[in-house]
């Protein structure tokens, strides 16, 4: 508005620092000003519809995006650190076929606005009421596929970063992808964050009917963009995520596999016992065949661990996450819960 640029810093430090939201008690500036920037902006912040503390002290949240959408961010707190998982789209195109989030389908992108509104929401609900914890991580792993919307997120990954802002290290935001190769790519020259791939297979033939993605981006050409992603960079890693499926993807000749398909890509693997959700046809891995591949992985010199089951007595689990939405796709009436009938969208 032709203000100078000192200004742009005080007011998100009232927002961001503050969490002040009425730009009239933005005392350091004039009363024009205030005036003025009421008149043009919109600090409106996503109604919270509910709060949902597991056992292990997980927390969920509801949040109201519009009349029809609501979506869920989560909160982990761990020994030294608090992660915060947040969504960026309402459902999700890619049908992953093991994912609650995929068998809703796809209702809409989120705007910039309404991914960093859930970080601001979760800090301000953990350090203003009786809880007085912190967030140290973002995790872009709630629901949707951030890359399928890629000019929405990358402004919230800057606005979670800037110093004025969240103030989050690089390395403590992460973006999880599917694999959608051209935007990983572009992440790189745009953002210096963590990335997560979710690979969950060590060939393309699996790979497919887990990630239907992988049609269109086969893991010959996902790993070329991972291995550009951590070129030049110091001590980066790529973190490998995979959900382990009862049968499907859990042997060891699939452990020896992967560490071949990996050998010369800095990075650590990550893996997910497959977590269950009303109407999947898959299951969960038994806890020693787990074992078994984090062992099969670490012989072969990998930093290997397993994500601990959080928040899965409140649904805040890994792909549990659904979110309450009105199907305009109507996917599920047309498919019918076999997910991998659907066909693949990438919007
Ligand atoms: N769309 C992004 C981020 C959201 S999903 C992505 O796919 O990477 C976050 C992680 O949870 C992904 O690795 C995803 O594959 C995994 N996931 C999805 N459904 C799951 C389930 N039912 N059990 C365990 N992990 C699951
Ligand atoms: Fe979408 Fe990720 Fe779920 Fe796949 S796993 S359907 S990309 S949210």
Not at 201 to 213: C, G, S
Not at 291 to 307: H, L, S
Request: charged share 25%; hydrophobic share 35%; aromatic share 8%.
């Amino acid at each position: 508005m032709g203000e100078q640029r000192f200004r742009a810093a005080q007011a998100m430090k009232w927002i961001y620092g503050d969490y002040q939201l009425d730009f009239h008690q933005f005392t350091n500036f004039s009363k024009d000003l205030r005036q003025k920037m009421a008149d043009h902006f919109d600090t409106t912040v996503p109604e919270l519809i509910s709060e949902h503390v597991s056992n292990d002290g997980t927390i969920k949240w509801l949040l109201k995006m519009d009349s029809d959408n609501a979506i869920e961010t989560v909160y982990i707190p761990e020994k030294n650190r608090g992660t915060l998982c947040v969504s960026s789209q309402v459902g999700c195109s890619l049908n992953c076929t093991f994912c609650a989030t995929g068998a809703q389908g796809f209702n809409r992108h989120l705007s910039t606005a309404e991914i960093i509104a859930q970080v601001w929401v979760a800090a301000k609900q953990l350090n203003h009421g009786t809880k007085n914890r912190r967030i140290t991580n973002v995790v872009m792993m709630g629901m949707g596929e951030p890359l399928a919307n890629y000019d929405r997120v990358l402004p919230a990954l800057n606005i979670m970063r800037d110093d004025h802002g969240f103030g989050f290290a690089n390395k403590r935001v992460t973006v999880s992808t599917s694999g959608l190769v051209p935007q990983i790519r572009q992440l790189n020259k745009d953002a210096d964050v963590s990335l997560a791939v979710s690979l969950h297979a060590p060939n393309d033939a699996l790979r497919e009917q887990l990630v239907p993605l992988n049609k269109k981006y086969n893991i010959d050409s996902l790993l070329s963009a991972c291995r550009e992603f951590v070129a030049g960079k110091k001590k980066a890693r790529i973190t490998f995520e995979y959900t382990v499926i009862g049968g499907v993807n859990d042997g060891a000749q699939q452990a020896h596999d992967l560490t071949r398909l990996l050998r010369d890509i800095p990075c650590k693997i990550n893996l997910i016992p497959f977590n269950p959700f009303p109407g999947t046809r898959f299951q969960s891995p038994n806890a020693k065949k787990v074992d078994q591949f984090k062992e099969i992985c670490m012989a072969a010199g990998y930093i290997c661990t397993v994500r601990k089951t959080r928040g899965d007595d409140i649904a805040a689990a890994c792909g549990q996450l659904a979110g309450e939405f009105m199907d305009r796709t109507r996917r599920s009436a047309m498919y019918g819960a076999d997910t991998s009938k659907r066909p693949l969208e990438v919007r």
